[in-house]
């Protein structure tokens, strides 16, 4: 099957802003490849946790005042199933991901559609660091420094029509790099979902990196959502697909188990999980280890902590019943 390959100038080169960001160098490479005809080889993938800086990533003021977990921390206690149901697999495991090259098809409900490649859908934004709280729906939480652009930024480039009223996600099915989605743990892909207004939230996240690194494998290399008012398990990582769809889309973790996890996934301390309390969070910092067990213990907060910034996208909602 011929991929189609856009360029970004394909887009709208008038909206380029940053020639510097990310892996630019890749585009170029992709775009004479186009050219001359000549498929790309695959470039070195690296280790699961390979330490490349990110260049030019502007500090915001999110999370300035928060002291972020251990970068030790952060890549050794996941959550990403394609690489086992432990802990610590997707560490152990996640090397035989290859994040480069990467392509993200978009469909749906919008002007430009195709197979772009990843650094021409991220090279015309700027990149930031945000430092957000990430509460696990497992009632433990982490300061996590992203690198990212906003999701809103990307999805308007791309001219979502009226028809578009929600964003819907998958991530990749290789069981050569996922070894693990061999086994029947979940039904592949990954599948999340936002509702449009959620998907353009200005604190809605597309990450490509965590502690000024390039994305560790572990954490959803090459790109991964992250959306800090929601549950964690809403940022779907190794993104490969975004639809712009009508209905509301399929999530994995709802279709799974839908008394236990809802489409909507908001951090609510008011509303138990069936089988555990809401209200606390234990706060991983990975000093002294990992271990969620010993962690200090926290309040979880509403819409954890962005109340002001996210409670209007869901006024007059009953809350407890979308959950
Ligand atoms: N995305 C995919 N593709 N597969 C997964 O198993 N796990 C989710 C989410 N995204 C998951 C996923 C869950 S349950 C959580 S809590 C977060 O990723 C964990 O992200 P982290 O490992 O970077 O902390």
Redesign the pocket.
Known sequence: MLIRIKKASDVSSSEITSKEAILNRRAFMTAAAAASGVALLPTFAGPAFAAARLENVKKTKWGEAEKPATLEG?TS??????FGTGKSD?KRNAHTLKPKPWTVEIAGHAEKTGTFDLDDLIRPHQLEERIYR?R???AWS?VIPWVGIPLGDVLKRLGPTSKAKYVAFE?LVDHEQMPAQRSPA?PWP?LEGLRMDEAMHPLTLLAVGIHGEVMPN???API?LVVPWK???K????IVKISFVEKQPPAT?NIQAPREYGFYSNVNPERSHPRWSQSRERVITGEGGIKALFAPRAETKMFNGYAEEVASLYAGMDLFNNF
């Open positions: 952060i206690h996941n959550n990403f199933y394609e997707p990430m696990c729906v497992e982490m991530t979940l990954y572990q954490n959803g991964r549950y964690g398990f940022g779907i990582k190794s973790w």
